[in-house]
Every structure is written in C-alpha cells, then in structure tokens.
C-alpha cells in the first residue's frame, strides 16, 4: 500500500506541475526524471516501520527553506533578474525542501539559459540543501558559475559565503561577504542586512579566536 501511495503521489506532483504551474512540454522529461529520482531516494533511505520524525522539526526545516528561497528571490530582483517558469516550479519544491527534485527541475532553467545567474544560484542552494548544507564541488561549480553568468549580481557571493561559513570556513566566508558590501551600492536594499550579518559573523570569529577551545 505505502508504495501504491508513493507512485500515486508522484503522479500527482507531475499532473499539477503540467497543469497548475504550466511547466513547458520540453521539461516534461526533466520533471519525470527528477520525480523518479525522489522516488529512487525513497526505495534506498525509507524506513516505513519507523515513526514518523517530529512535526515541529519539519516545520522548522520548511520555514529555513522558505527563508532561502525568498531572500534569494529578493537578490534576484535587485539585480533585475525575472523569474521564468522553471524557477517558479523548483522554488515551490524548494520550499518544502525537496531540494533534490527543485534541483532536478532548475536544471531546465539553466539548460535554457545558461547566462541565467539566478537559476545557476538555484542550482547551486538546492544542492547544498540536498547535500544537508554541504558545499559539494557541484554546488562550488554552481555558485562560480552563478557569479560568471553575473558579476554584479549579489546573491552568488551571499550565498557563497554562507554556505563557507555554514562549514566552519568563516575566514573565507567573511571575505566573501567583506568583498560583496565593499561593493554594494549605497542604496542597495539588501546593504543593511549584510552589515548586521557581517557584524554578527565578526563578532562570532572574535569569540572563537578568544575561546579556541571551545566547540565548532
């Protein structure tokens, strides 16, 4: 029966990718292979008999992963990026955090479009998403890719330089975003944000510097 519901759920993804978010004829193969890849996740890693993980650790994971879809969402904008119907279709996967099949999805985006930074930033997020935060060579592809389809594009950089500083990088993680305001404009919406950010990361690197000891 659980496999029955989980062919039947994949189905209905498709159906409502097609039909609701009129994803391109073109991507319909992009679409099955990521949904069969999610399915093929589910056949290696479930554990049916087990208890199911708790709601409020779901709902903290889908509420980060909003956060990263909108601020990404927001960078793009800024730097006058238009959302196309591929990324329309990854970031409600994103959103949820089936970064796996958001990743599999935008890749019809940059497939398209390969100067696209913003779908090669999406790429590059859900990949790390996927890999629990993990900056694979990949994902580094992507961000790099992201800032040579678009240097003055914020979001590669920001993003970049998180992720650094998620693995424990934080030297190299500041000099990402170090470098970012240096270069921002002075009426960028998004300035603000980065100086507290920075603030806080300078703050955290003191910290360590005066505790070494203490745990990463």
């Not at 004829?25 to 589910?42: H, S, T």
């Not at 509420?63 to 119907?85: F, T, Y």
């Amino acid at each position: 029966m659980g496999w029955v519901m989980v062919f039947g759920l994949a189905l209905a993804a498709f159906a409502a990718l097609v039909l609701v978010f009129k994803a391109p004829r073109k991507g319909w193969e992009a679409i099955g292979a990521a949904l069969l890849l999610g399915i093929a996740g589910f056949a290696w890693q479930a554990r049916p008999a087990q208890p199911g993980a708790p709601k409020q650790a779901v709902e903290v994971e889908r509420k980060d992963a909003k956060a990263l879809v909108a601020a990404r969402q927001e960078l793009a904008k800024a730097s006058g990026q238009a959302p196309n119907s591929w990324m329309v279709i990854a970031d409600a996967l994103a959103r949820n955090g089936d970064f796996g099949d958001a990743a599999g999805v935008v890749l019809g985006a940059v497939e398209k479009n390969p100067d696209n930074a913003d779908a090669w930033l999406s790429l590059a997020n859900n990949l790390v998403g996927h890999a629990d935060g993990v900056l694979t060579p990949a994902s580094r592809f992507a961000y790099d890719r992201a800032i040579q389809a678009d240097p003055q594009h914020p979001g590669p950089a920001f993003f970049l330089g998180l992720a650094l500083a998620g693995e424990g990088k934080l030297d190299e993680g500041r000099a990402m975003w170090a470098d970012l305001l240096a270069r921002a404009p002075k009426d960028a919406s998004w300035r603000a944000d980065l100086t507290e950010r920075l603030a806080r990361l300078d703050a955290f690197i003191a910290a360590q510097s005066a505790n070494p000891a203490s745990p990463q």
